[in-house]
């Protein structure tokens, strides 16, 4: 693991993109600009963000500078959770097995499901009349 090194990582979920660059540092996460507790209030969310780090046991090891676009907050927060697990695997591929056993290298492929012609949504028909 080099000390010096930044580590760039991308994570999506639904429609959300998040790149994550991760230096040594102090812990201290930002997120377009703003600190993790503001962007994301609810603690839930802070710690799904969390969760990678915690598993590695890397929380006050790292700074984390997060560019979250796109989605809703629930899905930038997925997002940003795969980018930080895949920018830990670059800065230490031993933490692989912990991270997989968790989930937290799978990318969630759930995706909205898009509108079909000839209908008013993805799945719904409009209303059948026999006569």
Same mark, same amino acid.
């Given at each position: 693991?080099?000390? /010096?090194?930044?580590?760039?990582?991308?994570?999506?979920?639904?429609?959300?993109?998040?790149?994550?660059?991760?230096?040594?540092?102090?812990?201290?996460?930002?997120?377009?600009?703003?600190?993790?507790?503001?962007?994301?209030?609810?603690?839930? #969310?802070?710690?799904?963000?969390?969760?990678?780090? /915690?598993?590695?046991?890397?929380?006050?090891?790292?700074?984390?500078?997060?560019?979250?676009?796109?989605?809703?907050?629930?899905?930038?927060?997925?997002?940003?959770?795969?980018?930080?697990?895949?920018?830990?695997? #670059?800065?230490?591929?031993?933490?692989?097995?912990? #991270?997989?056993?968790?989930?937290?290298?799978?990318?969630?492929?759930?995706?909205? /499901?898009?509108?079909?012609?000839?209908?008013?949504?993805?799945?719904?028909?409009?209303?059948?009349?026999?006569?």
């Amino acid at each position: 693991m080099s000390q /010096e090194s930044t580590f760039v990582a991308t994570g999506r979920r639904k429609t959300a993109v998040a790149r994550v660059r991760m230096s040594a540092g102090t812990g201290l996460i930002k997120i377009n600009g703003r600190p993790m507790e503001e962007y994301f209030p609810t603690v839930p #969310l802070q710690h799904t963000v969390m969760k990678p780090l /915690e598993i590695a046991n890397v929380v006050k090891t790292y700074d984390i500078q997060v560019n979250a676009s796109g989605g809703g907050i629930n899905g930038q927060a997925g997002a940003v959770r795969l980018a930080v697990s895949r920018a830990l695997l #670059l800065a230490d591929d031993t933490m692989r097995p912990a #991270l997989k056993v968790e989930g937290l290298l799978t990318r969630d492929p759930r995706m909205k /499901e898009r509108k079909k012609s000839g209908q008013p949504g993805a799945r719904k028909r409009f209303q059948f009349s026999k006569r």
